[in-house]
């Protein structure tokens, strides 16, 4: 079992010694203020100099999360803790938002956040760990948000829709 596999099923902890379910139970306070834990909850194909001991998805993983139900549903559990933090709601694979869309009930919808950046890392990692109708709806939600409010760059809009796309 690969190493983000191994850790989003809650078999090992990740390199700096936390389990999934530790970084499940961060609170809101810790979800925007620790920078280390968005790159094992949402592993992409990409490196971070943000967080050097990120996991990196490999054609393996792709593979391992496509033919895992069990890996997919995990993956799910760490979408639902941001989402809630952002102030979105998944049922299924259908995104909506808990509040009216403005900048106090959704810390991402302002013209730079890094919050958008870690959108844009749930996003590609849900597309590339087998969870690409989720991907495609929470990208389809954001870039309506964004053009409705008018207050989300075109450039943070164009990195959402790049997601998506191998």
Known sequence: MSEIASFISGKTPDKLGRNIEQLLAYNHFWLEHDHKYIQVLFPIDEGTKFNQHAPLVT????????????????????????LEFWGLHRDGCEI?????????????????????LRLTRAIRSLYLLGNGRVA???????????NETGMVSDKTVEFWRNAVKD
């Open 96 to 116: 909506s938002s808990m509040f009216e869309l403005n900048p106090t009930n959704h810390v991402w919808l302002k013209r730079h956040d890094h919050n958008q």
């Open 59 to 82: 054609q393996a993983d792709r593979e391992a999360f496509a033919n895992s139900e069990d890996l997919r549903a995990a993956h799910l559990r760490a979408l639902d803790l941001m």
């Open 136 to 146: 495609a709806n929470l990208c389809d939600f954001l870039v309506t948000a964004a």
